[in-house]
């Protein structure tokens, strides 16, 4: 199975209700599609969203790394020989990981397809089904009690709660949704680097002292201090979770070997595809340490990938995949089922979608 083009477009779904964090404001999923053509006739789908305040990469330039960098090194490439594409994949330009992740997870699809199965059964086939949490955006507090019991009565049972933009505020929101939702929903609160790290501390500490029962809080202080993240996880109970702070499996290590986070978050985005991921959980697997799989604000086509990744590896322990849940239609054929919390497989060959909504390809 041969590569014989690799082809650019782009897809515009509107969000159920605006997306707010401390980074940024969204109200729709405008991404990169991806394309890769086998001169057998089989097609492999991948998709990059430009998320400028975490990874760097905007439209123009994922369109960009792909077209002129990315596309005539890997045309005429065989499928089977994954580790040479991933070997030229990562070599023929430095970051740009989004615009790697679309290339990579059409490529693993093909690869899935070649040998005609599910994906996730080719990378481990840990499971066949998985709950995700869902995002309940930063706003006022009455508005964020309100998104959380919508959700819990749509069958949520683990919330991911956006803070980072009030300091000691942010205290007040997770109480009130809290003694909203009751004890038996599960918590997770993600500050998207809003924090300093003494902040950090303090906020958390007066959660614990509250008896909020947080899961975990995910990505406290700036992406870069790690100092900052070691000081805060060895100073508070509840488990720190590293998000922004790790796209490779050498941050990965790093982290770990600092004691700077109890947790590893993925995001396909950040490590440049299925390929590189896998690295990260063969990290955390050996040092002991759990992982999340997350996604950025993502349709269901890249959001497949990292489900099948979810489901290959048990290192995997903790799914925020929400991104279709968030979108108001679903446009796409095929693929792993999203039924709100409940993520289950299809047994289609590679990733399973049979058509995305894409009507220009270049």
């Given at each position: 199975?041969?590569?014989?083009?690799?082809?650019?477009?782009?897809?515009?779904?509107?969000?159920?209700?605006?997306?707010?964090t401390?980074?940024?404001?969204?109200?729709?999923?405008?991404?990169?599609?991806?394309?890769?053509?086998a001169?057998?006739?089989e097609?492999?789908?991948?998709?990059?969203?430009?998320?400028?305040?975490?990874?760097?990469?905007?439209?123009?330039?994922?369109?960009?790394?792909?077209?002129?960098?990315i596309?005539?090194?890997?045309?005429?490439?065989?499928?089977?020989?994954?580790?040479?594409?991933?070997?030229?994949?990562?070599?023929?330009?430095?970051?740009?990981?989004?615009?790697?992740?679309?290339?990579?997870?059409?490529?693993?699809?093909?690869?899935?397809?070649?040998?005609?199965?599910?994906?996730?059964?080719?990378?481990?086939?840990?499971?066949?089904?998985?709950?995700?949490d869902?995002?309940?955006?930063?706003?006022?507090?009455?508005?964020?009690?309100?998104?959380?019991?919508?959700a819990?009565?749509?069958?949520?049972?683990?919330?991911?709660?956006?803070?980072?933009?009030?300091?000691?505020?942010?205290?007040?929101?997770?109480?009130?949704?809290?003694?909203?939702v009751?004890?038996?929903?599960?918590?997770?609160?993600?500050?998207?680097?809003?924090?300093?790290?003494?902040?950090?501390?303090?906020?958390?500490?007066?959660m614990?002292?509250?008896?909020?029962?947080?899961?975990?809080?995910?990505?406290?202080?700036?992406?870069?201090?790690?100092?900052?993240?070691?000081?805060?996880?060895?100073?508070?109970?509840?488990?720190?979770?590293?998000?922004?702070?790790?796209?490779?499996?050498?941050?990965?290590?790093?982290?770990?070997?600092?004691?700077?986070?109890?947790?590893?978050?993925?995001?396909?985005?950040?490590?440049?595809?299925?390929?590189?991921?896998?690295?990260?959980?063969?990290?955390?697997e050996?040092?002991?340490?759990?992982?999340?799989?997350?996604?950025?604000?993502?349709?269901?086509?890249?959001v497949?990938?990292?489900a099948?990744?979810?489901?290959?590896?048990?290192?995997?322990?903790?799914?925020?995949?929400?991104?279709?849940?968030?979108?108001?239609?679903?446009?796409?054929?095929?693929?792993?089922?999203?039924?709100?919390?409940?993520?289950?497989?299809?047994e289609?060959?590679?990733?399973?979608?049979?058509?995305?909504?894409?009507?220009?390809?270049?």
């Amino acid at each position: 199975m041969i590569i014989r083009d690799i082809q650019v477009g782009e897809i515009s779904l509107p969000l159920a209700r605006p997306f707010k964090t401390a980074l940024r404001t969204v109200e729709h999923v405008d991404d990169i599609v991806v394309r890769v053509v086998a001169d057998t006739g089989e097609v492999g789908y991948g998709e990059a969203p430009p998320t400028a305040v975490i990874t760097g990469d905007t439209k123009g330039s994922v369109a960009c790394a792909i077209r002129e960098f990315i596309r005539p090194n890997l045309i005429g490439m065989d499928v089977e020989d994954l580790d040479g594409i991933m070997k030229r994949l990562h070599g023929c330009i430095l970051k740009n990981t989004s615009a790697k992740a679309a290339v990579d997870m059409a490529i693993y699809d093909l690869w899935a397809k070649r040998w005609g199965a599910p994906l996730y059964k080719l990378l481990g086939g840990a499971r066949t089904s998985f709950r995700t949490d869902i995002t309940i955006s930063v706003n006022p507090i009455d508005e964020m009690v309100a998104d959380a019991l919508d959700a819990v009565s749509r069958g949520y049972d683990i919330l991911k709660i956006k803070v980072g933009k009030d300091g000691t505020g942010d205290v007040e929101r997770i109480a009130a949704i809290r003694e909203a939702v009751g004890p038996d929903v599960q918590l997770r609160v993600d500050a998207n680097q809003g924090w300093t790290p003494k902040q950090s501390v303090a906020i958390i500490s007066a959660m614990e002292d509250r008896n909020l029962n947080i899961e975990l809080v995910e990505q406290p202080v700036k992406a870069h201090d790690i100092a900052g993240m070691q000081f805060v996880t060895s100073r508070v109970y509840t488990p720190i979770l590293a998000d922004e702070s790790v796209f490779s499996p050498a941050d990965a290590i790093d982290i770990i070997q600092k004691g700077a986070a109890d947790l590893i978050n993925i995001k396909l985005m950040k490590t440049g595809g299925i390929h590189q991921a896998l690295k990260i959980c063969d990290v955390a697997e050996l040092y002991g340490v759990e992982c999340m799989i997350g996604c950025m604000l993502e349709s269901k086509l890249s959001v497949s990938a990292a489900a099948h990744l979810c489901c290959g590896r048990s290192v995997i322990t903790k799914a925020d995949l929400d991104g279709p849940s968030l979108c108001s239609v679903d446009p796409f054929t095929g693929g792993p089922v999203f039924e709100e919390a409940l993520v289950t497989m299809s047994e289609a060959p590679g990733v399973g979608l049979s058509a995305i909504p894409c009507e220009h390809w270049s």
